[in-house]
């Protein structure tokens, strides 16, 4: 509904939609046509909330200001609440039904209930109470909860948001048990079962309907337990004893009172008349929630046509479970039999049932004498579907070895249902509806195992059941096992038992009992394959990396592409990979453990390693392609790595470059360090040298760092000619790291002990990589002399090897040097120099970078449009290419930009862009950068106690860092927000620790602190 411009309520139009809706009840969103709008900030969010749950009404200033911030409102809240409310009309502007005001009374948000999901919430919930009976009232209750798609108001902070929250959960439970109860009326005891058990409810009324649907559903001991647990947890936390209607509940049961039965079964539903040869249904089966929905569901929806439910999964995964949890929900529904056959699919030492045997024994379940029981196959099978004409019964096809075997089992009668299970995809069954069931999720596992071992044993204990769960996979089958052995050694804690599966040699060992074992079940899986696919199964056991596509299949089987691609996806049917994405496949952990046990008992070590260096072979020679699309100047100074004998990868352009790197970044990785365990030093030092530029601008400087250090060590193993080299381009891609994260000393070490080996060597390899790096390593920590004396030697060197990407590269940081000393011509020369060659060489990342240098000298320089100009233009690129950390440093320099030009806001909206991309890939020395930014921003902007709190963060980081330059620039910060404050003492106390550094330094910023101190009058400082 919407109000008029009287206040009165006013229905909407069928088919008026005006595109827009918002939503509470998960996360605070805006949706225009279906795509989330942007709305900013936390406290944004938070204002728009507010103003929502009104329904139009005004809110005052005041009640807006206490509820965005509590009990400490900010100096200028008003301010700040009027910014929000201003960027909130831009983002609801789009949209003419829908206007927030500004009246007497405070601000309101005019929009139509309908498109708001907690009013769409509310209204639901009272159309249910009015409505007529039990089904009516579930189904609009359904409704209601559907509206809910997670915590409410998820993401705002603050204690209104909290105190709101409470109170729409609340809401949301009561709806919650309304429509339990409803579902009760009707009959749905077994539909609500898993709800509750999953729910764990401590509401009494609650834990009466999951006791009720226990007692409904014929788990009359289950029932009383859920009773006895209640009142003991009542007793134990708050002495007292369940309310007077459960302790009813509790008499009734006992005494099995007829009015707990429904007097009659639902309409339509027949109350099973013919015999059942189901087996036992678990007593602790758990989760399935979604999956045992679509079996029920297939029922309603295919009423006149024979139902055909085909459950498939790896070994152990709980198709049996399943298809007999299902069948016993679905008994009432097929009186005339519900019959079961296992068809030895995948049994060990037995052959897989003939379909001619399997139908004998239906035929005979189904009363039919033996010796009216034909010979041939198909006669059977055509008494089997007349003897099923006219009835409705449920057969249920177990452990099925393929599509042929169940065929001819299928009845024909529109009345029946088959329940199929097998560890094959069965897609050539016509008409059956595949339901592939997955391993369950962590929540699930854990509730399985915590129902086997018992509650007692688990509940203090949660994150050691959930590593165990983890540890077995999550797998159905391994979670028993593993369970059983618990429960059956007493003396053993859960954390005992997950030291025992940590053993990887021993985990397969581990999770067998008696009469079960996971490595059985998948070597019954893996005999079932023809020998190419076993050998392709066994092989892909010897990749180190976490998936493969079907190039690295390939190249470990030494396959053509289309074959490998075709018994990948065989194994994918059997179940024995999985694919979470198209063309790449994965093990399940325990079957990547079985199939490495299989390989080493199966392959000799000469072919084990035979498939690893083709494998290596294709990963490394990829890897220098695609580098080599992303950064052309840079690979252009080393090799290309030789092509494999396997298919190779076509990667067309820097799109599919970036694709394969993305994909195939673990596996690189984990390849490198297998490598460096065994017998291929040369691949691992390849890597280093084809990775280093995508590490670099990716900012993984973790991983880097890994990968280099790998590679320093394998050099020493390389024959006596390439170890040097190998080690000291090793020690140079390490020592960058070391520069990276602010770890100097290290980096300059490690170019040091490069250049020493380097100059052992006839033509000097690296040399003037070192010699520029080194220059950085002085450069970070304030020593520009140095720094440009050792950029100069490398400019030397490069120049006379005519190397123009290190050339280029050198101008460009000699630039920045000159640029911190205050020779802004020299270093706009410098700058242009090498903007030149990065063109000339299509080097993009570092065009960019030089162009953002130039917009510091802009800046500098006071020609604030050009530098605007020049770090856009840079951003642009960093963003093309991926370079996070240069994205980072344009963000950064755009936002002192804008405080300069006094565009206050869009600085501090720069700079916490730049904080999070520095944040993100652990940029240390930029985080400081973005906060010093941040504090800049904020006394330009007026509000100096934050300036001094932001200069506070940086100053702590930069000492700890070593970053003389950025220390120096928070304690000036802090001087000029101190000296706001009118707190002279500690505005002279940082200025002269400011001056100081900055004279130490040779900066230009000494002087303009020197100036600013003998300022009569000094205005807002921006940098």
Not at 56 to 68: C, K, Q, T, W
Not at 282 to 310: C, K, M, Q, Y
Not at 367 to 382: K, S
Not at 833 to 852: M, P, Y
Request: glycine residues 10%; hydrophobic residues 40%; negative net charge.
């Amino acid at each position: 509904m919407l109000l008029d411009q009287r206040g009165f309520e006013c229905v909407r139009g069928v088919g008026e939609d005006t595109g827009v809706e918002f939503q509470l009840l998960g996360a605070v969103q805006v949706r225009t046509e279906g795509t989330p709008v942007d709305l900013g900030w936390a406290k944004q969010r938070c204002l728009l909330a507010i103003l929502l749950m009104r329904r139009g009404r005004a809110v005052s200033v005041e009640d807006l200001i206490d509820r965005l911030w509590g009990d400490q409102p900010p100096l200028r809240g008003r301010d700040q609440l009027y910014t929000y409310v201003s960027r909130l009309r831009e983002v609801l502007r789009a949209d003419d039904s829908v206007e927030l005001t500004r009246c007497p009374a405070g601000y309101a948000l005019r929009v139509d209930p309908t498109l708001v999901d907690v009013h769409r919430f509310r209204t639901l919930t009272e159309r249910a109470r009015a409505a007529s009976g039990p089904a009516e009232r579930a189904e609009l209750l359904r409704e209601a909860l559907g509206q809910f798609s997670g915590e409410p108001l998820a993401g705002v902070p603050g204690d209104w948001a909290e105190r709101t929250r409470t109170a729409l959960n609340g809401q949301r439970l009561g709806a919650l048990t309304d429509r339990i109860e409803a579902d009760l009326a009707l009959g749905a005891h077994h539909a609500v079962l898993d709800e509750l058990a999953a729910l764990q409810p401590g509401d009494e009324r609650l834990v009466g309907q999951w006791i009720l649907a226990l007692y409904r559903s014929g788990r009359l001991a289950e029932a009383l337990v859920v009773y006895e647990q209640t009142r003991r947890r009542l007793a134990e936390d708050l002495g007292a004893d369940p309310g007077q209607a459960l302790q009813e509940l509790h008499q009734q049961i006992l005494r099995n009172d007829p009015q707990l039965d429904l007097t009659a079964p639902p309409q339509g539903v027949r109350r099973p008349t013919g015999r059942s040869f189901l087996p036992y249904d678990v007593p602790d089966f758990t989760g399935r929630a979604s999956e045992l929905d679509r079996l029920l569901g297939a029922i309603g929806g295919n009423a006149g046509s024979v139902v055909i439910s085909a459950i498939d999964g790896m070994a152990g995964v709980g198709k049996t479970a399943l298809a007999v949890h299902a069948a016993h929900r679905l008994a009432d529904r097929y009186p005339d039999g519900q019959l079961f056959v296992d068809l030895h699919g995948f049994t060990p030492g037995r052959d897989p049932v003939t379909p001619a045997g399997a139908l004998d024994g239906l035929l005979r379940a189904l009363g039919v004498p033996p010796g009216q029981i034909p010979e041939d196959l198909g006669q059977r099978a055509g008494l089997w579907r007349a003897e099923l004409a006219g009835r409705r019964a449920l057969v249920l096809l177990d452990n099925a070895a393929d599509a042929a075997q169940v065929r001819p089992l299928l009845p024909g009668s529109s009345g029946c249902l088959a329940l199929v299970t097998s560890r094959r995809r069965l897609s050539t069954l016509d008409g059956a509806m595949s339901v592939s069931l997955d391993v369950l999720g962590l929540a699930e596992a854990a509730a399985l195992f915590t129902r086997v071992v018992g509650a007692e044993r688990c509940e203090a204990v949660p994150q050691v059941v959930a590593e165990v769960v983890a540890l077995c996979g999550h797998l159905p089958l391994a979670i028993r096992i593993a369970a059983a052995r618990l429960v059956h050694r007493p003396t053993w804690a859960a954390a005992h038992l997950a030291d025992r599966l940590r053993e990887e040699a021993h985990r397969l060992t581990e999770l067998t009992t008696d009469d079960q074992s996971v490595a059985a079940a998948f070597n019954l899986s893996y005999h079932g394959l023809i020998p190419a696919q076993q050998r392709l199964f066994r092989l892909l056991g010897l990749n180190p990396g976490n998936d493969a596509d079907p190039y690295a299949a390939a190249a470990l089987a030494g396959l053509t592409l289309r074959q490998a691609d075709d018994i990948l996806e065989e194994l994918v049917d059997h179940h024995l990979l999985e694919q979470s994405t198209p063309g790449r496949y994965a093990f399940h952990d325990l079957i990547r453990r079985h199939a490495k046990a299989t390989v080493l008992a199966e392959e000799s070590e000469e072919e084990q390693h035979t498939a690893l260096t083709r494998l290596f072979d294709h990963y490394l020679h990829t890897a220098s392609v695609a580098t080599a699309l992303l950064h052309p100047a840079e690979q252009a100074r080393h090799s290309r790595a030789p092509a494999p004998t396997t298919p190779r990868v076509d990667l067309a352009g820097v799109a599919d470059a970036q694709a394969w790197l993305g994909a195939e970044h673990a596996n690189l990785l984990a390849c490198a360090e297998h490598a460096a365990a065994g017998s291929w030093p040369a691949y691992v030092t390849g890597l280093s040298t084809v990775l280093w530029g995508h590490l670099d601008t990716q900012a993984r400087f973790g991983d880097a760092e890994k990968l280099h250090q790998l590679a320093v060590l394998a050099a020493q193993r390389l024959s006596a000619h390439a170890a040097p080299a190998a080690h000291a381009h090793a020690l140079v891609n390490l020592g960058i790291v070391f520069l990276r994260t602010a770890r100097y000393q290290q980096g300059v070490t490690c170019q040091q002990e490069a250049l020493a080996l380097i100059r052992e060597l006839p033509d000097r390899p690296y040399e003037g990589d070192a010699l520029g790096n080194l220059g950085i390593g002085y450069w970070c920590s304030g020593a520009y002399t140095e720094a440009a004396d050792h950029y100069e030697k490398a400019l030397a060197v490069f120049r006379r090897i005519g190397d123009r990407t290190g050339e280029s590269r050198v101008l460009s940081n000699l630039g920045f040097v000159h640029e911190r000393t205050g020779h802004y011509e020299q270093a706009a020369d410098l700058h242009r120099q090498a903007l030149a060659i990065f063109r000339e060489l299509s080097d993009h990342v570092g065009e960019g970078g030089t162009l953002h240098g130039l917009g510091i000298i802009y800046r500098r320089t006071g020609q604030y449009e050009q530098a605007a100009d020049h770090h856009r233009r840079a951003l642009a690129i960093f963003r093309e290419t991926g370079h996070l950390l240069g994205e980072g440093e344009a963000l950064h320099g755009l936002g002192v930009v804008h405080c300069r030009t006094g565009s206050h806001e869009r600085a501090i909206d720069h700079h916490h862009q730049a904080l999070a991309v520095f944040r993100r890939i652990g940029y240390r020395l930029g985080e400081v950068e973005a906060t010093n930014g941040l504090g800049e921003s904020h006394r330009s902007a007026g509000r100096p106690q934050r300036a001094v709190e932001r200069h506070q963060a940086a100053l702590t980081l930069a000492t700890g860092l070593g970053d003389t330059n950025e220390e120096a620039r928070a304690h000036r910060g802090l001087a000029d927000a101190y000296h706001d404050l009118d707190r002279t003492d500690d505005a002279r106390r940082h200025r002269q620790h400011a001056l100081k550094l900055y004279t130490e330094l040779g900066a230009p910023e000494a002087q303009e602190v020197v100036t600013w101190a003998c300022s009569s009058r000094v205005t807002a400082r921006t940098p």
